[in-house]
Nanobody, 122 residues
Framework: QVRLVESGGGSVQAEGSLRLSCATH????????KGWFRQEPGNEREWVAVIDHAGRISVENSVKGRFTISEDNAKNTLYLQMNSLKVEDTAMYYC????????????????WGQGTQVTVSS
């Protein structure tokens, strides 16, 4: 059974940093695309960063230069390093995986974690 389990969220002051982790379990073959998404109450889920099976990365403009997506294949774990956090980064963050390619960025991935809350205060 496929499972994605996020961790690492929390509360931080503006300009602080957090690193999110997403442990993946149960995939019979390697997903073509994995990524991080976020959602605020009342808003649609939006993509933040994705990485494909070849290591190609796309990062949403509002977090470019501040957030870094990476993965450790040996540990089956996806990461999101978030630096210089802003109040507007506050959201529930989700990791997801799909067997389709990453491009163009979209939010209809097949497999999702339960989410981890990130709260940034001024």
């Amino acid at each position: 059974q496929v499972r994605l389990v996020e961790s690492g969220g929390g509360s931080v002051q503006a300009e602080g940093s957090l690193r999110l982790s997403c442990a993946t379990h149960g995939f019979s073959r390697w997903p073509s695309c994995k990524g991080w998404f976020r959602q605020e109450p009342g808003n649609e889920r939006e993509w933040v960063a994705v990485i494909d099976h070849a290591g190609r990365i796309s990062v949403e403009n509002s977090v470019k230069g501040r957030f870094t997506i990476s993965e450790d294949n040996a540990k089956n774990t996806l990461y999101l390093q978030m630096n210089s956090l802003k109040v507007e980064d506050t959201a529930m963050y989700y990791c997801a995986a799909d067997f389709r390619i990453c491009s163009p960025p979209r939010t209809d991935f097949a497999f999702w974690g339960q989410g981890t809350q990130v709260t940034v205060s001024s």
